[in-house]
């Protein structure tokens, strides 16, 4: 990978006291593809957490081009450019569809260029046009993801983050998630994306990071990981 | 039919007032899931702010209704600024929030009495005479309320509905996280669901002292009201509070008329907990309220 953009050095970080994240450090460059996977309850959720600024670090720092980003309120993150996808997407649930989107757009930056980004988001994924102005309290899980995922597309953040995006969908919705991240990835978006289907990674990340109690304890592309019987049974259920 | 036509202005008149008080104490559950126990205090410094500016600096009552309201909303932003704001991330905020606000209304109320006295003053807002339509006589007075609280819930409808601002409080109230996730700066949303409730409340007060007179503790009443409204509409349901706040007024009107003043309130009251009962958490509201 080239130089880090979004810089984690020895995160630490956690809930009640207790440290989930207990070290952790990773160097992201500008345009890659990161896959964080492992066990369920260790860490990968609070890692983006962490980077959006919904939890504060015990230790360690946050930088996003060079810039020290942990300490900062969420809004300012969100403000210097990283997006999240957090895991149940988080929608609006009385707003339609559309006061959805918009509200991705709520930034000044965002704001000025709301329109085209709604066009954007409209051409990515049609059925959030259709029903612009359904209550987001009535839609289907995929629908509700496709919302998330347009949402912070909607922001127009150079980093975006997504936790588990193919949770609890049927096949076919997750093959088009996974058609606009793709798309993104071909944009030159950063992206970090949580994921349990670890075969969904391998041909899209640039490197992936598995994640136990808290530390990051295995670096490597989705080949070497999938090639890896040991680590596959051992944390992936493979 | 005459009567009824005049209990039915009088209801709407109480519940265009209580609708503006309710839905400030509204956005404040919705936002902060705070109970504001000074919201009558709120009432009560609108109303003595709009009598002391036209009636000691002499100025016009054109200008001394919108300054009574900036005034409602100086102290709602104080109150979030010097109270709120630092209560706000401790887990019992919750019951801590109730206790400080009502130390802050009997701060408030002894305040009043202290530099304006008990007298009974009439509020110089109020409007003499009325016009006939047949046999009925109409009151200017409740005319202009209920063309005030229509007005300034319809701005305050287009204002949630419409605006940036609008949309991040509403999205603040729904969600938190998700709102500071689209980079909605939230401390600020909170300073300003306290302002506006401030200047709502204001108005409210200059309204109700209208009809009655300055008090101290004219807001308590209407406060106890609107907290029953809010109830009723579902905790944090600016529109639901509107509507039960205008049912409600016109049913006060209605057992005022058929079993008395002394009982209308009471009985509203027995209504009241009978819907309860039915719907716990309200004609308009979700099924759970959790404060993330």
Redesign the interface.
């Known amino acids: 990978m080239g130089e880090a953009f979004l810089k984690l050095d020895n995160i630490r970080c956690g809930y009640d006291g207790q440290d989930v994240i207990k070290g952790v450090s990773m160097d992201i460059a500008r345009g890659s593809v990161l896959g964080l996977v492992g066990p369920n309850g260790h860490g990968k959720t609070t890692i983006l957490r962490a980077i959006?600024?919904?939890i504060k670090l015990r230790d360690g720092r946050i930088s996003l081009g060079g810039e020290t980003i942990s300490g900062s309120?969420?809004?300012r993150i969100?403000?210097s450019g990283i997006?999240?996808t957090?895991q149940g997407d988080?929608?609006?649930?009385?707003?339609t569809i559309n006061?959805n989107l918009?509200?991705?757009a709520?930034?000044p930056r965002a704001?000025a260029h709301r329109k085209e980004r709604l066009r954007y988001v409209h051409e990515l994924f049609p059925r959030l046009k259709e029903r612009s102005n359904q209550i987001a309290s009535g839609l289907s899980g995929g629908e509700r993801r496709m919302l998330g995922v347009g949402?912070s597309l909607m922001?127009d953040s150079e980093v975006l983050m997504m936790d588990e995006p193919s949770l609890g969908l049927a096949p076919l919705i997750i093959d088009q998630i996974y058609d606009v991240i793709r798309s993104l990835k071909s944009e030159g978006r950063t992206l970090i994306i949580v994921e349990e289907n670890v075969s969904r990674l391998t041909d899209l990340a640039d490197e992936i990071h598995l994640l136990d109690d808290g530390h990051v304890i295995w670096r490597g592309n989705g080949e070497e990981l999938v090639s890896d019987d040991v680590l596959m049974r051992t944390y992936l259920g493979g | 039919m005459e009567t009824a036509v005049l209990v039915i202005l009088g209801g709407l008149t109480l519940g265009g007032m209580y609708a503006l008080s309710a839905i400030g104490l509204s956005l404040i559950w919705g936002a902060l899931g705070m109970l504001n126990m000074a919201h009558g205090a709120l009432l009560a410094i609108g109303s003595y702010a709009c009598f002391a500016i036209f009636t000691y600096l002499g100025i016009s009552l054109i200008f001394a209704v919108p300054l009574a309201m900036i005034a409602g909303g100086i102290v709602g932003l104080a109150i979030y600024v010097v109270i709120v704001r630092h209560m706000f991330r401790h887990p019992s905020f919750e019951t801590n929030i109730i206790i400080a606000t009502i130390g802050l209304a009997i701060v408030s109320e002894n305040l009043i009495l202290r530099f304006f006295g008990a007298y009974p003053y009439k509020q110089p807002l109020s409007i003499q005479g009325g016009f006939r339509i047949g046999e009925i006589f109409v009151p200017y007075q409740n005319l202009i309320i209920l063309a005030c609280s229509s007005v300034l819930v319809a701005i305050v409808g287009v204002l949630l509905q419409n605006t940036r601002m609008g949309r991040a409080i509403r999205a603040t109230a729904m969600n938190k996280d998700a709102a500071l996730l689209m980079g909605v700066p939230i401390g600020r949303v909170y300073a300003q669901v306290m302002v506006f409730s401030g200047c709502l409340a204001a108005v409210s007060g200059i309204m109700l002292s209208t009809i009655t007179t300055l008090s101290p503790t004219m807001g308590d009443s209407p406060m106890i009201k609107a907290f029953i409204i809010v109830a009723v509409a579902g905790l944090g349901n600016v529109y639901g509070a509107f509507y039960v706040a205008i049912g409600l007024g016109v049913l006060e009107a209605v057992f005022q008329y058929g079993i008395g003043v002394r009982f209308a309130f009471p009985a509203l009251l027995l209504l009241v907990i009978v819907s309860l009962i039915w719907r716990p958490y309200g004609f308009f509201g979700s099924k759970t309220v959790v404060r993330n």
């Open positions: 959006s600024g919904l309120s969420a809004d969100v403000a997006a999240h957090p988080l929608v609006f649930p009385e707003m006061e918009l509200m991705g709520y930034l704001h949402r922001t």
